[in-house]
């Protein structure tokens, strides 16, 4: 008998998972131009459902206000392209440390909310945010303003070099979405807050402050939305508060891609946007019904099999491709 | 004088926010459900009363005779068919149900009512007021606050004076002693959400008569209903009243301001409560 | 011979993946006072939760009247006549003493007991009608627990640690009143740590072990022996 982290499937996904990743980033000299978009477009969404996974199904932080962090990064590209005159790189990077700011006296207060009630106090802290920015005429007021051409130029010389690094950059943030996800937890946090998920008595045994990792939590995945929400609003180059902070476009479907794929797994939010995109393409046609059919898909998955197709898959196969906890393994050359 | 009536407008406003929270306040005293979906549901019995002015020409507040009796056993079927089955020690599901049922809510209606604006005609109450010492009182404001003073009333005596408000509380106490009472805790659920959205049928009319509405807006009064629970303190019914006035007082006062800063004013009002007194102003339940 | 009121065959019951009985079987004839007798852990609580709906169990494993009811829920239980004076009285907090009471008597079963003659059996209670539950000493809370079980009109009465925690004055006037209860035509159950007075209330007594059933016989003839090796398995 050994203990180990890894496993074999775990091995031959990570050689796998680096293979597509190559292919993935020379995208720009194999894919059409609407392929790229698409994609480019398929990673926000993954990155965004990663960090709420990492938030509903990890430290029980159940928010229905993700929509809040996308909208503000947003804008701040915007304010901070427009008025400071920073490249547009480095206003992403600026989104990403103005959301993490902002995120600390909003998690103050409506970390004093429990459970479901936390939820909806987070719906208000996205709706304070929609009515400021609508407030705020310098950068369009209630209907919204474009990306001056001027700072669009500024990226990269030319259309594609422009799109293949607006598709770069979706690509790096999921992969590093994902990888930090992974990384906090394996760390001692990380796994303290799976223990907690799974059993309160190991939690309080663990003696690592709960409130803190979750504060850490929250802060961490508010930069990286206002991040993911810059990028979001670089691609589209055109901002309004309804688009920038609709409930929507940046909660209800990353929920759904979530709850789809298998909430509380880091598997889960890959196979759901997947899934979610490639129901989409199909349904997208359908208007209203595609979003009635999610929800229905949705209600079922909840109440049928809550930890979503990869739970199910992992059920049947014991597979694990994010290898997290420690598993007692029979080591069958030589026993002990 | 011209604030004065800013804050009687406003106190009159709460009464509608206090019927928005009343049933969520009850389904969380019950059972510890919060149901994302409320703000749709009011939504969903506006276009219900619409429909049944339009189809029987009747006046908004007698379609309340359909509408009431229609919402009541929908919260029923719902409860029993599918928020029973979510309800446990995660709160994940009942959460994620409800908003995924918010969601169908709201497309549904679209898909039937299209996207625009819906009014309820209620003739010469929508416009009738009545003096009061300098102030003008309009009369649908008066009865909207009425009514909510009323339900609220009505619910605190079944709550506190009747079977089924005993059963309601023992259920809440706790589930299986309840039960060993020969309390069907599904049944009882049920009940309560019928209630609950009886309630909703009420605060979804007054709505529908006093502004237009679309499919998008229950988001909005959900979070009104919300915020007039939290502000009044869990579990209280009066406390909702009292959450809601101080919650349309704030509207009206930010509306007199700015007319932008109306909606903002409420939240601020909410995000003010939290940050000095978390448990609200008159606390019954923790947690 | 005549058909049991309860019947118990081969009982299982599980937590999660803790089993918590064994195969019991047992059978209380109408109108009997059996005596649960067993150290901590040893099964009973769950025993008087499986036979009362709060676990699931499979149908036939316990019949009432020669009727299967094993997978009944616990108000469907409550409804054929059996009700539970449960460990620790877990009164209702938000209810009054005369509340506790009358949603004991809501289900509406025909029989002697009411709110007056529950007062009757325990007049202090009666003092105390409007006070809420939990301001009431644990001797009264025990008192409004098996009011609000009587109240059901049960056939079948379970008290799960009748005695547990209370002062010793409070068990002796609980005590007496018991042939007040089991007098009116209600068989018992009774779960018991005080070895002496259960034997003393009840015509025959289970003790149990371990989640199984360790010695069986009547209370009156049985030795004091016998249930110390079947109480603390000494063999």
């Known amino acids: 008998m050994r203990v180990t982290r890894t496993s074999q499937a775990a091995k031959i996904a990570a050689i796998l998972g680096a293979g597509v990743l190559v292919v993935l980033i020379i995208a720009p000299w194999w894919a059409g131009r609407a392929d790229m978009r698409l994609m480019g477009e398929l990673f926000l969404y993954l990155a965004l459902a990663s960090l709420w996974n990492l938030m509903a199904g990890y430290a029980g932080l159940v928010s229905v206000g993700q929509q809040a962090y996308v909208g503000f990064g947003g804008y701040m590209l915007f304010a901070l392209t427009i008025f400071a005159g920073f490249p547009p790189i480095v206003a992403i990077a600026g989104a990403g440390v103005l959301g993490a700011l902002i995120s600390v006296p909003v998690a103050l207060l409506i970390f004093r909310l429990r459970g479901a009630y936390f939820a909806i106090g987070t719906w208000v802290i996205a709706e304070v945010f929609r009515l400021s920015f609508a407030q705020i005429s310098a950068l369009g007021g209630g209907s919204g303003s474009s990306l001056p051409v001027k700072i669009v130029r500024s990226m990269a010389d030319g259309r594609l070099a422009r799109e293949a690094l607006s598709y770069w950059l979706a690509l790096g943030i999921a992969f590093c979405v994902i990888a930090a996800v992974y990384m906090f937890l394996r760390s001692r946090q990380g796994l303290a807050l799976t223990a907690i998920r799974d059993n309160e008595l190991a939690a309080s045994s663990l003696g690592i402050d709960i409130w803190w990792t979750k504060f850490i939590v929250y802060v961490a995945a508010s930069a990286l939305t206002a991040m993911i929400g810059a990028l979001i609003f670089l691609q589209k180059l055109r901002i309004s508060p309804d688009a920038a902070f609709s409930v ?14 298998g909430i509380g797994t880091i598997e889960g939010p890959i196979i759901g946007t997947l899934i979610f995109f490639a ?9 209203t019904v595609y979003l009635m059919v999610l929800g229905v898909v949705a209600i079922l998955i909840m109440l049928r099999a809550p930890k979503g197709i990869w739970g199910l898959v992992r059920a049947r196969f014991d597979l694990q491709l994010f290898p997290l906890g420690y598993r007692v393994v029979s080591d069958k050359v030589k026993g002990d | 004088m011209d604030w004065v009536n800013v804050l009687v407008q406003g106190a009159l406003l709460g009464g509608l926010y206090a019927l928005f929270a009343a049933g969520l306040s009850l389904i969380f005293g019950v059972m510890r459900l919060v149901n994302i979906a409320h703000g749709d549901l009011i939504i969903f019995a506006a276009y219900m009363g619409l429909t049944v002015v ?30 029973n089955h979510t309800l446990g020690d995660d709160l994940l ?25 819906q009014k309820m005609d209620a003739g010469v109450l929508e416009t009738a007021s009545f003096p009061l010492g300098e102030l003008q009182l309009g009369v649908l404001p008066v009865l909207t606050f009425g009514i909510a003073v009323v339900v609220i009333a009505s619910l605190q005596w079944l709550f506190y004076r009747t079977a089924i408000g005993r059963a309601f509380r023992a259920v809440s106490d706790d589930q299986d002693i309840a039960q060993l009472m020969g309390l069907n805790k599904s049944h009882i659920f049920g009940l309560a959400m019928a209630l609950a959205l009886a309630v909703t049928a009420i605060a979804g009319i007054l709505l529908g008569i006093r502004t237009s509405f679309d499919p998008s807006v229950g988001g909005g009064r959900l979070i009104f209903g919300f915020e007039a629970v939290i502000i009044g303190g869990l579990g209280n019914l009066w406390g ?13 006062v930010g509306a007199k301001i700015d007319p932008g800063w109306q909606v903002l004013a409420g939240h601020v009002a909410f995000l003010l409560v939290l940050a000095i007194r978390p448990q609200g102003l008159f606390p019954r339940i923790s947690g | 011979m005549d058909e049991p009121l309860l019947q118990i065959t081969k009982l299982n019951a599980h937590y999660n993946d803790f089993q918590a009985l064994y195969q019991i079987d047992m059978s209380l004839s109408e109108g009997e006072v059996l005596a649960i007798i067993g150290s901590n852990g040893a099964g009973k609580t769950t025993l008087m939760r499986s036979i009362s709906g709060l676990m699931s169990n499979a149908s036939t494993q316990l019949r009432y009247r020669g009727r299967p009811f094993g997978a009944l829920r616990a108000d469907q239980v409550a409804a054929l006549g059996i009700a539970l004076v449960p460990e ?6 938000s209810l009054s003493v005369e509340e506790n009471l009358l949603i004991g008597g809501r ?30 000493s644990g001797g009264q809370q025990q008192m ?10 049960p056939e079948l009465i379970l008290f799960d640690e009748i005695s547990l925690g209370l002062a010793p004055v409070i068990i002796k006037s609980i005590y007496e009143a018991l042939p007040h209860i089991v007098g009116e035509g209600i068989s018992a159950m009774i779960v018991e740590q005080d070895i002496s007075k259960a034997l003393s209330v009840s015509n025959r007594v289970y003790c149990m072990q371990e989640g199984r059933v360790s010695l069986e016989g009547v209370s009156q003839s049985i030795s004091r022996e016998d249930i110390s090796h079947a109480y603390f398995g000494i063999t």
Not at chain 2, 240 to 252: F, P, S, W
Not at chain 3, 144 to 153: D, E
């Open chain 1, 248 to 261: 929507n476009d940046w909660t209800a479907f990353v929920i759904f891609i979530v709850v789809i794929g």
């Open chain 1, 279 to 287: 129901l989409r393409e199909t349904l997208a046609d359908l208007g």
């Open chain 2, 54 to 83: 339009t189809f029987t020409g009747l006046h908004p507040l007698l379609a309340l005779v359909f509408v009431i009796p229609a919402m009541a056993i929908i919260g029923y079927v719902l409860q029993i068919g599918i928020l």
């Open chain 2, 93 to 117: 599901p009942p959460l994620l149900v409800t908003f995924g049922l918010s969601v169908i809510l709201q497309n549904s209606l679209l898909e039937i009512y299209t996207a625009d604006p």
């Open chain 2, 240 to 252: 909702t009243l009292v959450g809601g006035v101080i919650l349309g007082v704030a509207q009206t």
């Open chain 3, 88 to 93: 620790g009285r877990q009164l209702f907090p």
């Open chain 3, 107 to 136: 289900l509406g079963r025909k029989g002697p007991w009411s709110l007056e003659n529950v007062f009757n059996l325990f007049p202090i209670l009666k003092e105390r009608r409007t006070l809420p539950s939990t301001s009431l």
């Open chain 3, 144 to 153: 409004v627990a098996i009011g609000r079980a009587l109240m059901a009109n």
